[in-house]
């Protein structure tokens, strides 16, 4: 029989209590990411007599970038990139300011992703603290810490298009982050799709990087970024095409070789006979710079559609703290608009006030003269402009292209709830269907049931775009829609990486009851009593050996 801990409670070895991994390092302050918020956030951290960490991903591993995380790179990634020392100098070069951060005694950690943030919570009340999951491209282990300011940029909206399936076809911060960090963009002439502040900015850099930009494709009625920064593109050779798609990204094996450009209506639908042919390797997707919040959307922090900082955004205040008040964001996944990309100024301001909020948090108040920014008032109502570029791109395609490119689900398909085509074509319920159309569609139980999402790439292709064909098939503007859930690992990590997070021995010991595994017998810890529940370690008042549970 079970031994008790106390009258009525009783050991049991099934409960995860007493069992939290070891963790491997600690630290005061983590920062998540080197660009321009974090460094700030660093250096303003650096000095206080505190432990301060920086991790950056970069250099992604080649394989890593090759699953398209953390960007959609389109396989335009030039044999640089498969020089790590080469990369990892480039790196250095491109952001003087890491030097720094080390030279004032900040522990960077650069080719180090965070694939996961754990603050105790009642799923994780089991953990002491809150934990970290970093990896490198060989190990992954766990750091405690006690403020945490992440700072990991934004990515590229996907849209599918017959031929975006070819390499070639990639994000335009992809293409940026490859030109001007990695310098290992393989790209002559590209067409840009999308024509945002954002977008041509980047645009821009990658001609000096010796980039030809030959188009810019905008499917509204007018250019929506800077018209400065546009008329610098057209005087470079740019020829604007507004009320334009790509009808088709044309090439082999190896990659784009033209696109056909087709004119559409108001509503989407392509006038016929309208088709303008242009020759490029590349074309870059600028459709939206998205907010890269996976890591605080897994963590648990509250999110909101927000039209003015680029879409779902985690909810923060004037002192960057997240609806979890030990996380605080920074920099473009706090927020993205116009102003910002111009001048990064402002990312860095936000970094600063980050840093301030969390030395206060740890006893340690210096003056600070930092404001919040405002977001610029938006130019267009970016949820209908999302889904215009769904609906023109997409939804009006002349074939069928796959809109989850790593499980091969068309957009008729996730309006369908169509499941996956290796089950035999199985119809979805009718009655599911009708709820699908007449309540607001939730991308979770479209990512069970068409396992669109759900790929390797982890849904950065494909997100939105779902999000925008359930707005688009329900009739709800895609700010009403939830976006698909992200949990960790929010980065790839292989089989070896995970096997390098330790376990105790008691976890190790009967791993089985952990997942239920019907075995030959039913073990004693699972009979009859009543069980003790997980809580913090501090909580746990009697602990006991492994021998005082036998009977």
Not at 22 to 41: F, H, M, N, R, Y
Not at 69 to 88: D, I, K
Not at 309 to 322: E, I, L
Not at 358 to 376: E, F, H, K, T, W
Request: glycine fraction near 10%; aromatic fraction near 4%.
């Amino acid at each position: 029989m079970k031994r008790p801990i106390s009258p009525n409670i009783y050991y049991d070895p099934a409960s995860v209590a007493g069992k939290a991994p070891p963790i491997s390092d600690e630290t005061d302050i983590l920062i998540v990411g080197a660009g321009p918020a974090g460094l700030a956030a660093a250096l303003t951290a650096a000095g206080q007599g505190l432990r301060v960490t920086l991790v950056d991903e970069n250099p992604v591993p080649l394989e890593t970038m090759g699953e398209e995380v953390p960007l959609h790179f389109g396989g335009r990634m030039g044999a640089a990139v498969s020089n790590r020392n080469s990369v990892l100098q480039t790196l250095l070069d491109a952001r003087p300011e890491i030097a720094e951060a080390l030279e004032a005694g900040v522990d960077v950690r650069l080719g180090t992703a965070v694939w996961g943030l754990f603050p105790q919570q009642r799923t994780t009340a089991w953990i002491e603290g809150a934990v970290a999951g970093l990896a490198d491209d060989e190990n992954a282990w766990l750091l405690r810490f006690k403020q945490v300011i992440v700072a990991a940029g934004r990515r590229d909206m996907g849209l599918a298009f017959d031929g975006w399936h070819r390499p070639g076809v990639m994000g335009v911060n992809a293409a940026h982050r490859l030109a001007t960090v990695y310098e290992a963009l393989d790209c002559k002439r590209a067409v840009l799709i999308g024509s945002d502040t954002q977008a041509l900015v980047s645009a821009h850099a990658l001609i000096s990087k010796g980039v030809q930009i030959a188009a810019i494709i905008e499917q509204a009625g007018q250019v929506s970024g800077d018209p400065a920064l546009l008329g610098l593109l057209v005087e470079q050779g740019a020829q604007v095409l507004t009320g334009h798609v790509v009808r088709e990204a044309a090439g082999d094996a190896l990659g784009v070789k033209r696109i056909t450009a087709v004119t559409v209506d108001a509503a989407g639908s392509p006038v016929g006979g309208s088709l303008t042919e242009i020759e490029c390797d590349t074309v870059l997707l600028g459709i939206a710079a998205i907010p890269a919040i996976e890591l605080v959307e897994a963590a648990g922090c509250r999110t909101a559609f927000q039209a003015d900082r680029g879409g779902h955004v985690p909810d923060a205040d004037s002192a960057q703290r997240t609806s979890l008040p030990f996380i605080l964001v920074a920099g473009d996944c706090a927020g993205v608009w116009a102003s910002k990309s111009l001048e990064e100024t402002i990312s860095r301001r936000e970094g600063r006030i980050a840093a301030h909020t969390a030395l206060a948090a740890l006893g340690v108040d210096i003056a600070q003269n930092d404001r919040v920014s405002l977001p610029d008032a938006s130019v267009c109502d970016v949820a209908a402009h999302r889904e215009a570029w769904v609906r023109a791109s997409t939804v009006h395609a002349q074939n069928e292209p796959f809109v989850c490119l790593c499980e091969e689900v068309t957009a008729s398909e996730i309006l369908g709830q169509q499941p996956p085509r290796y089950l035999d074509w199985t119809p979805a319920d009718p009655a599911l269907q009708n709820t699908m159309s007449n309540d607001s569609p939730h991308p979770d139980v479209t990512k069970r049931l068409t396992r669109a999402c759900m790929g390797p790439c982890q849904g950065r292709r494909c997100r939105e775009q779902v999000a925008a064909l359930l707005g688009i098939g329900a009739g709800l503007s895609v700010g009403e829609i939830a976006l698909a859930s992200f949990r960790p690992p929010v980065r790839p990590l292989s089989l070896h990486q995970i096997g390098q997070v330790e376990e105790t021995s008691s976890m190790h010991r009967r791993w089985d009851a952990w997942f239920d595994m019907p075995s030959q017998w039913t073990p004693f810890w699972l009979c009859t009593g009543q069980p003790t529940v997980a809580r913090r370690p501090q909580d746990v008042t009697d602990h006991l050996n492994p021998s005082q549970t036998e009977g």
